[in-house]
């Protein structure tokens, strides 16, 4: 399994690059009045609008140190949908035996965990995409 391992303040993240159509850096957002907190606007991605979510809203995240250089654009199962991330740090292969897996109660809100990584001591915890993105 290839993944896209990137940080949002002191804790890295990863999601599966089959869900990755690019990684851009940072560009102009245009604001949606009235949206849910979580969006934070559209983009202008070669002729097509995106919209981009805020994963630090989403995922419930301290954003004091939020500097968000990445958007990485994601193809989920309706749409096409970006993410801000403070920095993409690498694209790496794994294999799936090394991805543990988090046991989570129905009322703890993590369904989107997939599992976590170790890579190089520190802990990667791996998302489902689909799940953290689902505004259904």
Do not use: W
Request: with cysteine; charged share 30%; aromatic share 4%.
């Amino acid at each position: 399994m290839q993944i896209v391992v990137f940080k949002l303040g002191e804790e890295e993240y990863a999601i599966d690059t089959s869900k990755v159509q690019v990684i851009n850096k940072m560009m102009d957002i245009t604001t949606v009045p009235k949206a849910p907190a979580y969006i934070r606007g559209l983009i202008n991605l070669r002729g097509s609008i995106v919209t981009v979510v805020d994963p630090y809203i989403k995922l419930g995240i301290d954003s004091k140190d939020k500097t968000c250089e990445n958007i990485i654009i994601l193809e989920t199962e309706d749409e096409v949908i970006g993410i801000l991330v403070d920095k993409v740090t690498e694209v790496i292969e794994i294999d799936t035996e090394e991805l543990k897996n988090i046991s989570s109660s129905k009322e703890d809100d993590r369904d989107y965990i997939k599992g976590t990584i170790n890579l190089k001591g520190n802990i990667i915890t791996l998302i489902d995409v689909d799940v953290l993105l689902d505004t259904k």
